[in-house]
């Protein structure tokens, strides 16, 4: 059987493409991997990839020069979450103070995961989460 070596890319539908990409870019540093006017790609850690595509702009297939990119597309507020270390969670919170990103919740799991919940530019619940939730991290 063929194995699967990870989850690559992650999707959000913003309104504001230009404003959603900054968020990122601004909270967590993340590159700029590809930019048109129907998504951004961003670099997460040089592992993962955040696509950001603008709502409402990818559900006709695409064109490529390699082939058709079948029609796709989302509603509504999502959530995504981001691993961080056990000894990264204070400054965490103060990086998101000092960038006006207020904390909706904090919240300390049974494994001893700690998870930090806010809301990104377009509504969407984005957590940090430590180590000990997940049997795989």
């Known amino acids: 059987m063929p194995t699967i070596h990870g989850l690559l890319e992650t ?3 913003v309104t504001d493409l230009p404003g959603a990409a900054g968020f990122y870019r601004r909270l967590f ?6 930019e048109s006017e129907r998504l951004i790609a961003l670099d997460v850690v040089g592992r ?5 595509f603008k709502a409402g702009s990818t559900e006709a297939a695409f ?3 390699g082939g058709v ?9 999502t959530h ?4 961080v270390g056990a000894d990264e969670v ?19 799991w049974p494994g001893g995961a700690k998870s930090l919940y806010f809301r990104d530019f377009d509504n ?3 957590e940090l989460i430590t180590p000990g939730f997940w049997s795989t991290y």
């Open 11 to 13: 999707a959000l539908y």
């Open 29 to 34: 540093g993340f590159g700029t991997l590809l």
């Open 48 to 52: 993962n990839v955040l696509l950001l």
């Open 63 to 65: 064109e490529t020069p």
């Open 69 to 77: 990119i079948p029609g796709h597309s989302g509603s509504g507020t």
């Open 80 to 83: 995504l979450a981001f691993s």
């Open 90 to 108: 204070a400054p965490w919170q103060q990086r998101l103070e000092s960038d006006g990103v207020a904390i909706e919740s904090t919240v300390t």
């Open 124 to 126: 969407h619940l984005v």
